[in-house]
């Protein structure tokens, strides 16, 4: 049963970069594409882009000119950046993973992590 | 970007009824050349993170009970739980995966009466 974890700073200044990590677990990354989407409290889901096993990327328009998601094959972990981050930004964050076969049907899921955008 | 628009915002349901949301796409979501509609639906309970339950419009994910059940083509869907379990309560999400990026519905949320 693949697992996913998120983990990073819970606060991040207005302007400053939005660095999380999701780990995976009891499976390889080296299938599979891996997505961010995030979940401003109490409101809907966004998703913010993918990297697929080989490494190719795909990002939400909305938010194509500050965010990069990697992989890294040799952690089993796949990662987010924001960059320019404002208080809109704050939000739960997932990641997610989906077969290749279906890149955007979501079936492995993290438990989220709460990034807010304060000074 | 293809919006998404679920009615209605929230129902209440009692135990052992019917509960029944639609989800509308600004344009359509099928697939001519395969006759697949790319239309999934998600259960989010409070505190966790989403569990896709229905994929391709009407197809069930593995282990999700028979109670759920998808349907509609083109613009118009449909998600039905067919008898209200108290496990149910929870807002439910259409997504649409036919065009990039994929989009969300703006959820409903399902209560007991």
């Known amino acids: 049963q693949v697992q996913l974890q998120e983990s990073g700073p819970g606060l991040v200044k207005p302007s400053e970069t939005l660095s999380l990590t999701c780990t995976v677990s009891g499976g390889s990354i080296n299938s599979d594409y891996w997505s961010w989407i995030r979940q401003p409290p109490g409101k809907g889901l966004e998703w913010i882009g993918y990297?697929?096993?080989?490494?190719?990327?795909n990002y939400n328009p909305s938010l194509k000119s500050r965010v990069t998601i990697s992989l890294d094959m040799s952690k089993n972990h796949f990662s987010l950046r924001l960059r320019s981050v404002t208080a809109a930004d704050t939000a739960i964050y997932y990641c997610a993973g989906a077969p290749d076969r279906d890149v955007y049907n979501f079936d492995h899921w993290g438990p989220g992590t709460l990034v807010t955008v304060s000074s | 970007d293809i919006v998404m628009t679920q009615s209605p915002d929230s129902l209440a349901v009692s135990l052992d009824e019917r509960a029944t949301i639609n989800c509308k796409s600004s344009q359509s979501v099928l697939y001519s050349s395969n006759n697949k509609n790319y239309l999934a639906w998600y259960q989010q309970k409070p505190g966790q993170p989403p569990r896709l339950l229905i994929s391709?419009?009407?197809i069930r994910e593995s282990g999700v009970p028979d109670r759920f059940s998808g349907s509609g083509s083109g613009t118009d869907f449909t998600f039905t739980i067919s008898s209200l379990q108290t496990e149910d309560v929870a807002v439910y999400y259409c997504q649409q995966y036919y065009g990039t990026p994929p989009t969300f519905g703006q959820g409903t949320k399902v209560e007991i009466k």
């Open positions: 391709w419009a009407s």
């Open positions: 990297v697929s096993y080989t490494g190719s990327t």
